[in-house]
């Protein structure tokens, strides 16, 4: 069964701060990872899809790795702002209709 | 709005209540999910269904759900005497399936309060 994790839980950072937030997944056999965006009481926005062939993908100030042999992905933020403050969740797609949620980070940018 | 609609946005329920929800999903995605999402927790998955058919079920759908998509279209989930424990977020998402991969576009969800 498909594990996936999140560190850290929650992060503060200030603003124009570069930061990368952490996603492991204990089965290397997936078909696509995908990060979201999720605002308090809200649903889930798309950030980035990485194919499983890929390695990174990016948008704007956002660039995902992937790493499938060691089981992990990373979101990398650029020049923080407070606009990015949500909770990130990454999601790991292993075919069959299966998608598999962390439990996200919580991020605050501060002015 | 071409995404995914849902509605209501928000319910507040008496337990012992039954409630419907519907989804929208895109309009010429052939896969409709229904997750749930408590509090500092990922979405779970409940069910999903491939046009009008319903594939597969959670463990986590229990009798009193029930999830119908009748002309593979729009869907409904609907929670019959509803429990406190049933206070969630109900998310939707609907994917077009091109070969053996997929992504998963999602609404804004349903928040139910069941007092």
């Known amino acids: 069964k498909q594990e996936v994790t999140q560190i850290p839980a929650a992060l503060s950072v200030p603003e124009g701060e570069n930061l990368v937030l952490n996603c492991s997944f204990t089965d290397s056999a997936i078909y696509n990872l995908q990060w979201f965006r999720q605002d308090p009481g809200k649903g889930l926005t798309s950030l980035l899809l990485?194919?499983?062939?890929?390695r990174e993908q990016t948008s704007g100030r956002l660039n995902a790795s992937l790493d499938k042999s060691s089981g992990r992905s990373t979101l990398y933020i650029a020049a923080s702002q407070p606009g990015d403050s949500a909770t990130y969740l990454c999601a790991a797609y292993s075919g069959y209709s299966t998608l598999t949620f962390g439990k996200g980070t919580m991020l605050l940018v501060s002015p | 709005d071409t995404g995914v609609s849902q509605d209501p946005r928000h319910k507040i329920t008496k337990r012992g209540q039954n409630v419907t929800f519907r989804c929208d999903p895109i309009?010429?995605?052939?896969?409709l999910y229904w997750y749930r999402q408590t509090l500092g927790q990922g979405p779970e998955f409940l069910t999903y269904f491939q046009n009008e058919a319903q594939l597969e079920k959670s463990r986590l759908l229990s009798d009193r759900f029930s999830a119908e998509r009748p002309k593979g279209s729009f869907s409904t989930l609907e929670i019959q005497r509803t429990e406190q424990g049933d206070s969630a977020m109900y998310l939707c998402?609907?994917?077009?399936?091109?070969?053996?991969?997929?992504?998963?576009?999602f609404g804004s969800g349903t928040q139910l309060s069941v007092l």
């Open positions: 990485i194919q499983s062939s890929q």
């Open positions: 309009s010429e995605h052939n896969r």
């Open positions: 998402a609907s994917s077009l399936v091109t070969g053996s991969n997929e992504k998963l576009f």
